[in-house]
Nanobody, 127 residues
Framework: QVQLVESGGGLVQPGGSLTLSCTGS????????MGWFRQAPEKEREAISC????????YYETSVKGRFSISRDNAKNTVYLQMNSLKPEDTGVYYC????????????????????WGNGILVTVSS
């Protein structure tokens, strides 16, 4: 089965930056969506950003548009999330997830569509 391993979390002050990385293994097909979901304290898990290697499309949750940037190294099955101008409300456990898709498909970013998940990594934004 697919396995995902996240890295790069930690504590950062408001306005700071942080980059998360997620490397996958065991992919049986090439085309996929990889993305990031956040579980904030006492809140439901929500999609933050996803990227497709089929059509190179991306999705961003509205609150992170202009601040976060998702990128991929497809040869390494790795996805990154560059987070800038961080706010306290960005705090939470960030989960990497992936799902296989057909060639040419867009970056669907729905929790219920994801087929594999990482263990999550904590990001804390606090002064």
């Amino acid at each position: 089965q697919v396995q995902l391993v996240e890295s790069g979390g930690g504590l950062v002050q408001p306005g700071g930056s942080l980059t998360l990385s997620c490397t996958g293994s065991g992919f049986s097909r090439f085309f996929n969506v990889m993305g990031w979901f956040r579980q904030a304290p006492e809140k439901e898990r929500e999609a933050i950003s996803c990227a497709s290697n089929a059509d190179n499309s991306t999705y961003y949750e509205t609150s992170v548009k202009g601040r976060f940037s998702i990128s991929r190294d497809n040869a390494k099955n790795t996805v990154y999330l560059q987070m800038n101008s961080l706010k306290p409300e960005d705090t939470g456990v960030y989960y990497c997830a992936t799902t296989f898709i057909k060639g040419g498909s867009e970056a669907v970013c729905l929790s219920e569509r994801m087929e594999a998940w990482g263990n999550g990594i904590l990001v804390t934004v606090s002064s």
